[in-house]
Structures are given as C-alpha cells and as structure tokens.
Nanobody
Framework: QVQLVESGGGLVQAGGSLRLSCAAS????????MGWFRQAAEKEREFVAA????????YYGDSMKERFTISSDNALNTVYLQIDSLKPTDTAVYYC?????????????????WGQGTQVTVSS
C-alpha cells in the first residue's frame, strides 16, 4: 500500500501562485509515476500533470504546461505542483495519485492510490 498526503492548497487571489506538495509513504518502491488531477464542482476529474518517479519524464494535460510545473524530490518521496498566474477557473480540489505502471498516465483509471485532495480557491 501507498499513502499519499497533499498539502499547500488555500485561498489565493487571481494572478498569484501556489505550490502543492504530496508526500508518499508505504511501499513507495512500487510507484512508477506520480500524477496530479483536479476536480472542480460538478465536473469530472481532470488530468493536470504527471512525472515518472525514477525516470524524470513529465507529462501535462492540454493547456496545462504554460502555468503548471510538476517536480519531485525522490529523497523525500514528495512530488510538487507549482501553479503560477492562477485564475478563478483553477478553483478545484487537487488530488495527488500514484500509478504502478506507465500505461496511460493521463487516465484516472491507471492510478492505484489517491490522496485526500487539497482545495485550491482562486478569487477574482
């Protein structure tokens, strides 16, 4: 089992920045990739970014690459999501997830483990 705990969400004004963190524990050796998803009210969960845990390859959702940056510190078993130039449309619960393989890192169904989510609210 892998446990994931997100932090760093909050209320921020449009144009500001946030860095979300996700700390992994447990059987971290089983992780192939770490991903970030978000879910706004009454919308489906949306892929934001992912990174292969040991190889360093990164993946971004459509139009995400401009303002979102995923990174990690393997020594700390932590993955980060930097969000710049925040917009009210970025308001959502942001989830961290861990996948055990690299097939379809953009897909919700590929991830075996999920954190509890952290709320990001952007005011205009």
């Amino acid at each position: 089992q892998v446990q994931l705990v997100e932090s760093g969400g909050g209320l921020v004004q449009a144009g500001g920045s946030l860095r979300l963190s996700c700390a992994a524990s447990g059987r971290t050796e089983s992780i192939y990739a770490m991903g970030w998803f978000r879910q706004a009210a009454e919308k489906e969960r949306e892929f934001v970014a992912a990174e292969s845990w040991r190889g360093g390859s990164t993946y971004y959702g459509d139009s995400m690459k401009e303002r979102f940056t995923i990174s990690s510190d393997n020594a700390l078993n932590t993955v980060y999501l930097q969000i710049d130039s925040l917009k009210p449309t970025d308001t959502a619960v942001y989830y961290c997830a861990a996948a055990r393989n690299g097939y379809g890192v953009v897909s919700v169904g590929n991830y075996a483990y999920w954190g509890q989510g952290t709320q990001v609210t952007v005011s205009s």
